[in-house]
């Protein structure tokens, strides 16, 4: 029964990474896939203006 209790950890940690990745897969994209984008480009436009002259 050690070999039971040796595999059950990693295979539930397995099976709960797939479904993490699945959740992640599923929610990309979507009806707010244009307004997340302008988001994430109205951030990077700030950072890059903010930052100094020469930090490139």
């Known amino acids: 029964m050690d070999y039971v209790a040796a595999i059950v950890p990693p ?3 397995a099976i709960a990474f797939g479904f993490l990745v ?3 897969i599923r929610t990309q994209g979507g ?3 244009g ?5 994430a480009e109205l951030m990077a ?3 890059a203006a903010a930052a100094p002259a ?3």
């Open 35 to 39: 307004k997340e984008d302008a988001a």
């Open 45 to 47: 436009d700030r950072a």
């Open 11 to 13: 295979l539930v940690m």
């Open 31 to 33: 009806a707010m896939k």
């Open 22 to 24: 699945r959740a992640i």
């Open 54 to 56: 020469g930090a490139e």
